[in-house]
């Protein structure tokens, strides 16, 4: 193992825009930097194209403009048994799990981070938009300056010392100035549009890559009234609050149907109307489990805000227990359609302080 050097940083550059930045703003401030592409997935044959190729010519366009060196660090293993693993097995039981949250938990502050300290780089940096503060060996992440990129939510499973020595050098910078440079410094890939949705599936659609690992399960769709309304094909191709897809006409102007529940032991898809008053469909409270802090966890009768998905505005929580591993919260207004699985972020302000996983949802109790 090289020891590391305090000068060195290696960026992770995915090929576009964000990280791009972030690599030439670390080397006009006087740091040694290399760029480092990371590959989480090899078969080609499984998505019918490679989408990571064009992103692994942008990169390396970009670190060749940028005269830094460039290299790949293959992570295929490491992502099929953390990450691939993890969402097959949460869809698989019905639950709807957020692979991009692992992605940077396990492989971009995870295993990326390691294998960088063992070639003697003292920092890694990434094109998130968020802000990282470190004072006495703790780190604390803020939001980005932009709040409409603010990415913090995607590292709130992320450990705190797995981002201890990370930069996020565009997270002081809103998106308009992001591009604005990439077109000042001539960046081969300025125009490139942001990329979507889950790290390696880029252009191939969830459901297909999931038929090729589970069967169908077919069963009923039936309303909140329990009549049966037609059959699905298998419950983890929905989540709660999906309006399309469900195939079943609502025969109401204006108004179609959306899943509103899974009830997996009877293996039937709930749908209902997108109103607040339908049953099951808003939740005022959750249990929150597989938890992690990164800044201080908070205390039982706290107030707090939290996102309970990525973009969704935050929302004022109160801590109402605290137990081993596990919080329950309740939201200040009722929330529509949290999946369990998914991932709620908690901010005091705007520093992140951590997340956990929706175990258990607590539905309006008028309905329930
Ligand atoms: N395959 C990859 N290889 C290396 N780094 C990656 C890869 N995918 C994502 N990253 C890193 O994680 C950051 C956030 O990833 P995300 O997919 O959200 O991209 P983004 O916000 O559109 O950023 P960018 O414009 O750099 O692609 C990127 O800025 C980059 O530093």
């Known amino acids: 193992m090289k020891t590391p050097d305090d000068n060195r940083i290696l960026v992770a550059l995915s090929g576009g825009v964000d990280s791009s930045i972030a690599a030439a703003l670390l080397q006009k401030r006087g740091y040694d930097v290399e760029g480092a592409y990371i590959r989480t997935w090899l078969d080609e044959e499984d998505l019918g194209e490679c989408p990571a190729a064009q992103d692994i010519e942008d990169a390396e366009a970009v ?80 939001e980005g300056i932009d709040k409409t990129k603010d990415q913090s939510y995607f590292l709130a499973l992320t450990r705190g010392e797995d981002l201890q020595n990370v930069v996020f050098p565009v997270g002081d910078l809103r998106k308009a100035e992001v591009r604005e440079l990439a077109n000042e410094i ?29 069967p169908d399960s077919p069963g009923d769709i039936v309303d909140t009234a329990g009549t049966v309304r037609g059959t699905h094909k298998g419950l983890h191709r929905f989540t709660i609050g999906q309006r399309r897809g ?3 006409p609502s025969n109401t102007d204006n108004e179609a149907f959306v899943v509103v529940a899974k009830d997996l032991e009877k293996n039937q898809l709930v749908i ?86 929706y175990e258990a949802v607590e539905h309006q109790k008028e309905f329930s």
């Open 246 to 248: 469900i195939g079943v």
């Open 63 to 142: 670190a060749d403009h940028l005269g830094i060196p460039f290299r790949i660090v293959n992570l295929v293993r490491n992502y099929r048994e953390k990450v691939v693993t993890y969402l097959v097995d949460g869809y698989r039981r019905g639950i709807t799990p957020n692979p991009d949250i692992m992605c940077n938990r396990e492989m971009k502050f995870g295993v990326f981070r390691d294998v960088a300290r063992q070639e003697g780089f003292s920092h890694i940096a990434t094109g998130h938009y968020c802000r990282s503060q470190s004072s006495e060996g703790q780190t604390r992440i803020l």
């Open 186 to 214: 001539g960046l081969p890939n300025a125009r490139k549009k942001d990329s979507q949705g889950i790290c390696f599936l880029g252009k191939v659609k969830i459901d297909e890559f999931l038929s090729r690992y589970i």
């Open 272 to 357: 209902g109307f997108d109103r607040p008053e339908t049953p099951l469909l808003y939740q005022t409270g959750a249990i929150i489990g597989s938890l992690n802090w990164i800044g201080d966890p908070p205390s039982k009768g706290e107030t707090l805000a939290a996102k309970p998905r990525y973009r969704d505005p935050a929302q004022e929580i109160q801590i109402i227990a605290t137990g081993e591993g596990r919080i329950e919260v309740e939201f200040k207004n009722p929330q529509r359609a949290l999946a369990l699985g998914q991932i709620l972020a908690f901010y005091r302000g705007e520093e992140l302080i951590g997340g956990g996983t």
